[in-house]
């Protein structure tokens, strides 16, 4: 293993990780200006500002908004996607104009991006040397799932640092903010919900457990009424449905949720009927949510070592929500480092290459382009996957890691 320390300790790398930084920085600042027209700031910008004129986003089609600003419109999504309390942080963007109001919204994606950062920093303390955090910072910065957010004004690393300043919340007792925290990104968007167990039920007392739960529910419900119940209604009953359904028949889609969907819709030649649709739809959702209560049911057996719990638990929300493009795993900077530091305590060269393939199988968000996997649709949609093997690879580590803390009788 002296091989793979030598190596480390190469010079020429820090200098490599700090260029590749520098030209990726350069290359946003040329690709991102034009994007203020694209997906999916269009839909967000159209949607804010007709909630903020009195329009109901969900009922009322945005291609007039959309195109009045000079926005891309599609067909494939004529209404709003999200829920309310999204569309009315877009509403305060909306007071200004589409360019003023895109370079708002990317200075804030890239602030929740240094959050990120920041505090996967503060989380891992010394482990994480200063020269370990220029690696995390550039292999994050030039890593696909970064530039795909960015390209796209994607929500998820506000998400994603919403999750990860609940867990140092949670991490330093303050339990109850940690819950609002994880709460706030639950009503930005749904999925994040899955980890608000965790933070409700982990540490202290069985009161202090159910005073979180209550408060978690009152915040919820008052984000409700505050944002308009019955927006939520028609949210419910038109917006998340549509956005569900883009599920279907994607390459794009990382789940496994998606997956299993797509494998039924390819049993029923991907001309299913009404009632199939629907039983490959459960079918594909009930697996996801399986996935899910599985790390929830290791994480309760073990009781010990928090942060590869909420790392776990981290990845079985990917692994079993509906919807999982590239720009998801941005939740993934935290688990990965950590991965990497735990693997780093006695690295051998076969965890090093588990390692690299991991990391490297989340940046694989391009579907295949092959002749032969052309011709065999089945086996395409195998080959589109490799994120979601990422996912189970990474998945399985943790595990291991908690069953290790659990033989062990101790923490991390």
């Not at 996967?120 to 970064?146: E, M, N, P, Q, Y």
């Not at 007792?173 to 965790?198: D, I």
Request: hydrophobic residues 55%.
């Amino acid at each position: 293993m002296n091989w793979w320390w030598r190596l480390a300790t190469y010079r020429i790398l820090d200098v490599a990780a700090v260029v590749l930084l520098a030209s990726v920085l350069v290359w946003w600042t040329v690709i991102l200006p034009p994007q203020w027209r694209e997906f999916d700031f269009n839909d967000y910008y159209s949607t804010g500002w007709m909630l903020l004129h009195g329009q109901n986003p969900y009922t009322t089609s945005m291609e007039a908004t959309a195109r009045a600003f000079g926005l891309e419109y599609s067909t494939e999504v004529p209404v709003a996607e999200y829920p309310p309390p999204f569309i009315w942080m877009f509403a305060a963007l909306a007071v200004m104009p589409p360019r003023a109001a895109f370079a708002v919204w990317l200075a804030l994606e890239v602030i929740c991006l240094a959050a990120i950062l920041w505090l996967t920093r503060k989380l891992l303390g010394d482990k994480l040397s200063a020269r370990g955090f220029l690696f995390v910072v550039a292999l994050t910065v030039i890593s696909r799932t970064v530039s795909y957010s960015l390209f796209n004004s994607q929500a998820q690393l506000l998400l994603a640092a919403l999750v990860l300043a609940a867990y140092v919340l949670h991490r330093t007792g303050r339990t109850g903010w940690a819950c609002v925290a994880a709460s706030t990104a639950g009503v930005l968007k749904v999925y994040p919900f899955v980890l608000l167990p965790w933070f409700v039920w982990t540490g202290g007392t069985a009161r202090a457990r159910w005073r979180r739960l209550l408060g978690s529910v009152v915040f919820i419900l008052a984000v409700v009424v505050v944002t308009g119940p019955g927006f939520w209604r028609d949210s419910l009953r038109y917006g998340i449905p549509m956005g569900v359904d883009e599920q279907i028949g994607r390459t794009f889609h990382f789940s496994l949720a998606s997956l299993v969907t797509n494998l039924g819709y390819l049993h029923e030649n991907l001309h299913p009927t009404p009632e199939a649709r629907r039983f490959w739809w459960f079918a594909g959702t009930s697996t996801g949510l399986g996935v899910i209560a599985v790390a929830y049911a290791i994480c309760l057996l073990s009781r010990r070592d928090p942060e590869a719990q909420f790392c776990l638990l981290s990845v079985a929300m990917l692994i079993g929500t509906v919807t999982v493009q590239g720009h998801y795993f941005v939740f993934l900077i935290f688990p990965l480092t950590a991965m990497a530091l735990r693997i780093g305590r006695s690295p051998t060269g076969g965890w090093v290459i588990f390692a690299a393939l991991t990391i490297l199988s989340f940046n694989c968000v391009d579907p295949p382009v092959s002749p032969f996997l052309d011709r065999h649709l089945f086996l395409f949609l195998l080959a589109s996957d490799l994120p979601l093997y990422g996912l189970f690879t990474l998945a399985a580590f943790y595990c291991r890691e908690l069953h290790n803390a659990t033989a062990d009788g101790g923490a991390e």
